[in-house]
């Protein structure tokens, strides 16, 4: 075992010997460095919303249209029966819910939370980002 370690250490001697260290080109930085730039422009991608000012206008539109037919065009006699069948069934559904005040405090409180640690995460994430 220990004359072919030896045999194998010789031909890796000999191998070493024969090759010459390699050298880049001269200008090998400055043809990396502008393909880098490259790179990373091309990973740059320009904010575009999930929902365009478009859409938020149609849907702000349809809302106030929807809100103004419902106050003109319907009739209150109408609308006390409706409210009296949708709060009856309300009534029905809620009357077996009973809420400690600690679970109460809890969904009141997380909501705002939450926000509060989006908020924070946000500017955390903007400034680690920021080009």
Do not use: R
Not at 45 to 68: E, G, N, R
Not at 89 to 109: E, M, P, Q, R, W
């Amino acid at each position: 075992m220990k004359e072919n370690d030896k045999n194998i250490e010789n031909l890796i001697d000999k191998m070493m010997s024969e090759s010459t260290l390699e050298s880049p080109s001269i200008d090998f930085t400055s043809k990396i460095m502008s393909q880098v730039l490259v790179a990373e422009k091309s990973k740059i991608k320009t904010y575009k919303p999930l929902i365009s000012k478009q859409i938020w206008m149609l849907i702000a539109a349809s809302l106030v249209a929807v809100i103004v037919y419902g106050s003109l065009f319907s009739g209150n006699e109408y609308n006390m029966k409706a409210s009296d069948i949708y709060a009856d069934k309300f009534n029905d559904l809620i009357s077996g819910i009973h809420i400690s005040k600690t679970v109460l405090y809890a969904l009141l409180i997380v909501p705002f939370m939450v926000l509060i640690q989006i908020g924070v995460l946000k500017n955390y994430f903007d400034k680690k980002y920021e080009l």
